[in-house]
């Protein structure tokens, strides 16, 4: 029996696209060879991305003057490849708002100046700084937030307009963990990255969408493989790309297209279904005295659920328990201990049911 799967990601997939992507695996639309091996340049596999490009644009309602870049990586890379490309040399912003957040702006310092613009370390990544408060430097190349920090479950409800705060400066987003969970406002955002593994597919697809008039002036160490101008001029087909990541998105993203919810399809389904989600899950922990979640309530993500048993013993019996229910990975990230409950997108609702079913059992037994 397939078990409801918390994991920050890689994570859980639609059910639905694993057991296509099994029936298609040795022989696509009966081509007689499966994705995998196809040459990326062959007319099958230009089908394959050409739709899953198309799709990924309707769903987030990316502009024409955005381009989409498919590359590898991962999010880590693009710490590194963003400044290589977005600096010039110059001096960045970061608002640091959480681990991730903190990684991208340690290795930046690699590529150019840094700056904090804003810190919620001293509260314990608690809270995402409130963008008023944000000491933004007019003459930044870019300002660089992480829209959903994956650790501490601290959530960008609503991406900050940055010519409101006075800075004509492009937004870099690193929206890794809920990509696609909700429609994107892209005329405040310069560029947005993605690592596949938690909200798109798996794992080797990195997802670059950008804003045209940035690209082209990348640092001379830039490598070429990593050059989004050069990327782009070669539709992501610079160096092979990884092709069968980019088929498994594109089932996810006929999945996405297939989803309602209250009248809603598409991305604004999976958002209503989510928030639901999210409700629920919250709601239980707030109105218990056994468990707590401890970000501010306007901050708090709705994909990834960080929570602590009051009584932190219990915390291995409390997973072996969920294990044995067929609820899997709900251990805390190492750095801040405790539990997550990871609820991307392919996460059903009945999956959230069931770990708070669970959650009040064991609350009821365990004291
Ligand atoms: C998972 C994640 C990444 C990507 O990390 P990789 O291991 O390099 O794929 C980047 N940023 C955030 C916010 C993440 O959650």
Redesign the pocket.
Known sequence: MRAFNFS??PAAMPLEVLELAAQEMTNWHDCGMGVMEMSHRGREFISIYEQTHQDLKDLLAVPDHFKILFMQ??????NAVVPMNLSRGGSVDFVISGS?SQKSFVEAQKYCQVQAAASAESDGFHHLPEPSTWRLNPQASYVHL?T???IHGVECHDIPDLKALGVDTPLVI?F??HVLAHPVDWRRVGLAF??A??NIGP?GL?LVIVREDLLGQALAICPSAFNYALVAKHDSMFNTPPTYSIYMAGLVMQWLKRQTEDDLSGVLAIQARNQKKAQLLYNAIDQSSFYENRVAKSSRSVMNVPFYLHDESLNERFLQGAKAAGLLQLKGHKSVGGMRASIYNAMPLEGVQALVSFMQEFERTAA
Do not use: L, P, R
């Open positions: 920050a990601g990586g991962g999010g880590i890379a693009e991730w992480c959903n920090e994956t690193d890794s963990s993605a690592g593994q938690k794992a990195t």
